[in-house]
């Protein structure tokens, strides 16, 4: 492994050497295609001069110059074998000769030797025709010895092995003429030697045939299709000279009358026939036409026996070449009763008002007929279904005269329609058509598309706005059908209604004339009434119902804690509070409605933020963990009251809490909370005053025991045996737990502090216990009011003094 990267350098030396010299020999050989795999091409040992097992010990192979290998070299016998079977023709195509190209390598020394092995061509490959058939289109009287030029057969073989002759059918028109090109290739014409006659033999079938020179011989063959042309060498001929027909003169449009055949013995277009008039009378041709390509006379216009009997036509029919030839046609006409009654008008009164009175006369018409006798006599009916009816008069005329009442809403114009009929033989029969249209009154008032309209506007509108539309219908025509629409008279509130709405005379808009605001007005009730212009008017009227919707144009209102410009009041939270307790609630109110006026609350800032939460939907303040003594005396919260509406109002409201010792609800209102820096000195300043009002309270709360339990020990004496003993204390966690869910202080230990704006060592005003009254009422009536007795909670407030002191 590690000599491999110099052995590739020294035979790249050698093969460069080998190049350069002379030593480097080139040898020939051939084989043919399409011998089986491992067949034996040649052998190299008697050309390389050396012996079988030199070969092997100098690693002797073969180098392709391709990217396929085709050969392999036996080192043991010195063959070039076949690796695979070989087509020359895939292999090479077109190129000849068809060589590949090898190298014989061999190793100490190197020497490198070329081989070109030659693929000889065998006989593998027919002729073969790409066109099949061969078609060609020659006219009956082209000239002889014409030559037309055949398509050359393929053959994928080269030399001998290629096309070498071409053979034909035998046949009396054509025979064969192979040429040789100037690359050696075969051609072949076919010559015309006897003429062609399209009507003996339309069309000749030929078999060419292309033989190869290989052994065996291959051979391919196409069929020559040859369609011979027509010329115009016959006259058309009719199949009748004279042509005899009938036609009653009371036919109908279209009747075929009779139908001439001529034919033509050439073909294509030499024997397309067209049919035509020859020199006939105008009237001739205002009455019959010819279908020029299939010869049938049919009738386009009505036909009088009166007027004439007999008609004599010659046409001519024409080949595509311009030969001609012609016949008669004769057309006796047979009388019939072919007049039918006519219908005049006079007179018509157009339009009919519809308020027109039964027997009115519409119309005055006469009827005749142009023939005679019972030909000649008519009767008159119109439809029944319809409010009209015939009264015969003098000289054969009749009158259409109402019969019913009309209404023009129901139908707008009538089609009557007058049958006359004779009494020939069959009867003819004609229509006349009076168009009678019913002219309008105003007998319809006009209708609204619905009693009540709702409609919707939102407030704060600009004035102006679009706000809906109302639209009435009216059953008359014209004048009697349009509209104008007026509001009727009406109060909003104070105000009339025309200050608040508009409505378009024409078109029934409703329009706002003024910003509507939902808080003040909610709802709008206004009558609308449509006009017609008829004569004398008629009217209806529609209520509108427009409802004013709400936005959110109001921000939520804190009503507690207050926001004004006083100094906010302190809430006192005992540090003694567990997690949940209620510290207070904000209460806010938003003017809106619905959606917009849902509020929600939420904590913005605090100053310990883990420590208290506010209820999203209800505003309550509560602890979020137990107070502990390192969270700080003074905390201020602010806290956000956000609506629902879109986009969303809110409004803000700041809170102050003290933490406070001693207390389980206390209840404090500060006027103004000292700062920081000044803090420090007032309190030196209130130790002595607060010392003092602790033991004086202390005294009274000991005295007040004293003589309660007293008075309970007699009262029990006295009604020992009577009554039952009734606890004189009311139980200490209802209260609390009242006071919690109230979210205010309990009234068991209410304070008031006064305090001055200024500094608390000049403006003190006193520090004022209000104690709690217990009451239990005697089974004696005369001692109630003796029982009542004030006592104060020592224990509340010592906890308040202590408070304070710190």
Not at 396 to 418: A, W
Not at 500 to 526: F, H, Q
Request: proline share 6%; glycine share 6%.
């Amino acid at each position: 492994m590690e000599r491999h990267p110099k052995s590739r350098q020294v035979r790249s030396f050698f093969l460069c050497l080998c190049v350069l010299v002379p030593m480097c020999e080139s040898f020939h050989y051939s084989v043919p295609e399409e011998k089986k795999s491992g067949s034996v091409v040649a052998n190299v040992l008697r050309d390389l001069r050396v012996e079988g097992r030199e070969l092997s010990a100098r690693r002797a192979r073969l180098a392709s110059k391709s990217a396929k290998q085709y050969f392999r070299l036996d080192p043991h016998s010195g063959n070039i074998l076949l690796q695979e079977r070989i087509d020359r023709e895939t292999l090479c195509d077109e190129k000849d000769p068809c060589v590949l190209i090898e190298e014989v390598v061999l190793e100490n020394p190197w020497q490198l030797h070329r081989i070109e092995v030659q693929i000889e061509d065998v006989n593998d490959n027919a002729p073969k025709f790409y066109k099949d058939p061969l078609l060609f289109e020659i006219p009956e009287q082209v000239p002889l010895g014409t030559k037309f030029i055949l398509e050359r057969a393929q053959d994928a073989d080269k030399g001998e092995n290629a096309v070498q002759n071409y053979t034909l059918s035998p046949n009396k028109h054509f025979r064969l003429d192979v040429q040789t090109d100037g690359d050696g290739s075969k051609y072949a014409e076919l010559v015309l030697e006897k003429p062609l006659d399209r009507e003996v033999n339309a069309q000749v079938t030929l078999m060419l045939t292309a033989v190869d020179g290989g052994i065996p011989q291959r051979s391919g063959t196409a069929e020559i299709l040859i369609n011979v042309l027509d010329t115009n060498d016959n006259f058309p001929q009719f199949t009748q000279s004279l042509y005899e027909a009938k036609l009653q003169e009371n036919s109908p449009l279209g009747t075929l009358v009779t139908r001439v055949e001529a034919s033509d013995k050439d073909f294509g277009s030499y024997a397309e026939i067209t049919y035509s008039f020859s020199q006939v009378a105008e009237n001739i041709l205002r009455a019959f036409k010819l279908n020029r390509h299939t010869g049938e006379l049919t009738l386009v216009a009505p036909i009088d026996y009166e007027e004439k009997s007999k008609y004599e036509l010659s046409l001519r029919a024409t080949d595509g070449g311009g030969l001609s030839a012609y016949c008669k046609v004769t057309v006796e006409v047979e009388d019939e009763n072919d007049n039918a009654p006519e219908v005049a008008v006079t007179s018509i009164t157009s339009p009919l008002p519809e308020d027109s009175p039964v027997q009115t006369m519409v119309a005055l018409f006469s009827v005749r007929d142009h023939d005679s006798g019972d030909n000649g006599r008519t009767t008159c009916t119109t439809d029944p279904s319809l409010p009209f009816g015939l009264r015969a008069t003098e000289n054969s005329y009749y009158q259409l005269v109402t019969q019913r009442p009309l209404d023009r809403e129901r139908v707008p114009e009538y089609n009557v329609t007058i049958t006359a009929t004779d009494q020939g033989s069959p009867r003819l029969t004609s229509l006349t058509v009076i168009s009678i249209p019913i002219s309008d009154i105003n007998d319809n008032p006009p209708v609204f598309e619905r009693p009540l309209y709702e409609m919707q506007v939102r407030e704060n509108n600009i004035p102006g706005l679009l706000i809906g539309s109302v639209h009435a219908s009216d059953l008359d025509a014209e004048q009697n059908a349009k509209l104008t629409y007026m509001l009727l008279p009406g109060k909003v509130r104070d105000g009339p209604v025309s200050s608040y709405v508009s409505i378009n005379s024409e078109t029934g808009n409703l329009y706002a004339l003024r910003s509507l605001d939902y808080e003040d007005i909610r709802e709008l009730r206004v009558m609308v009434r449509a006009l017609d212009k008829g004569s004398p008017p008629l009217s209806s009227q529609a209520t509108v119902c427009i409802h004013v919707v709400d936005e959110n144009d109001h921000a939520p209102f804190i009503l507690h804690p207050l926001q004004n410009s006083s100094s906010p009041s302190s809430d006192l939270v005992p540090r003694g509070a567990e997690a949940g307790y209620l510290v207070t609630k904000v209460v806010a109110t938003d003017h809106d409605s619905g959606q917009n006026s849902w509020l929600s609350y939420q904590l913005l800032k605090a100053t310990e933020p883990g420590l208290f939460v506010v209820g999203a939907q209800n505003g309550e303040v509560r602890t979020t963990r137990p107070v502990q003594a390192r969270d700080s005396s003074k905390q201020t919260l602010v806290v956000a009251v956000r609506d629902s509406g879109h986009p969303p109002q809110s409004a803000s409201a700041m809170l102050r809490i003290l933490l406070v010792d001693g207390f389980s609800d206390p209840y404090m209102k500060m006027v103004d909370v000292p700062r920081h820096e000044e803090a420090e000195e007032e309190g030196r300043t209130l130790t002595m005053y607060l010392i003092v009002c602790l033991a004086a309270i202390s005294s009274i709360f000991l005295l007040s025991i004293t003589v309660f339990v007293a008075v309970k020990i007699q009262k029990h004496r006295k009604l020992s045996g009577a009554l039952p003993a009734v606890s004189a204390f009311p139980a200490g966690p209802s209260s609390q737990e009242n006071g919690e869910d109230s979210g205010s202080l309990s009234q068991a230990f209410n304070y008031e502090v006064c305090l001055a704006g200024g500094s608390l060592d000049s403006e003190f005003r006193f520090l004022r216990p209000l104690f709690p009254i217990f009451s239990m009422e005697s089974p004696n009536p005369q001692v109630n009011s003796a029982d009542s007795q004030e006592i104060p909670s020592g224990a509340a407030q010592s906890q308040l003094m202590n408070q304070l002191m710190m």
